[in-house]
């Protein structure tokens, strides 16, 4: 049997998963069954196009559910113990500027499941995050992204 993926995350990801999925399960669901039970009562399934909209939300519902589950199932809590003290490490916040041109970057390595790059937390898989992790404070890296490479010096880490 296939060993199934281990999402690292922190403490306050893995409750926000929860809660997330205790919203679709208990407030969005009932709001998708709802929606199909008026959309049937407008007749002929095969032209009901709210019917096929409401069906296709509830599949999406359905599915994050069994995606959240199993991200909760298989987390593995990091724990400020299991951080690097002296280096980039996964749960960590590490700001760089960016050379020659100083542009100063912030952001919170985190697991795949808790990224969010519109609220700093890139993922440990992200091409940033994998040039960063492990480089000390003073560090040069060259870190390779969609747009071209880019060349940092690594200013602080928390």
Not at 46 to 60: C, G, L, P, R, V
Not at 84 to 90: E, K, P, Y
């Amino acid at each position: 049997m296939a060993t199934e993926k281990v999402f690292p995350m922190t403490q306050a990801g893995k409750e926000k998963l929860e809660q997330e999925l205790e919203q679709l399960k208990s407030v969005k669901r009932k709001e998708v069954v709802e929606r199909i039970k008026i959309a049937r009562s407008f007749g002929d399934l095969s032209e009901n196009s709210e019917y096929d909209s409401a069906k296709e939300e509830q599949a999406f519902v359905e599915g994050r559910i069994t995606t959240l589950e199993n991200m909760i199932r298989n987390a593995k809590i990091i724990e400020e113990e299991d951080m690097s003290t002296d280096g980039v490490s996964l749960g960590r916040s590490v700001t760089f500027i960016e050379l020659p041109d100083g542009d100063e970057e912030t952001y919170t390595i985190v697991g795949s499941a808790e990224a969010d790059p519109f609220d700093g937390k890139i993922s440990n898989d992200s091409p940033i995050a994998k040039s960063l992790l492990g480089r000390k404070v003073g560090d040069e890296v060259t870190v390779q992204t969609p747009g071209g490479d880019m060349n940092v010096r690594i200013v602080t880490i928390k």
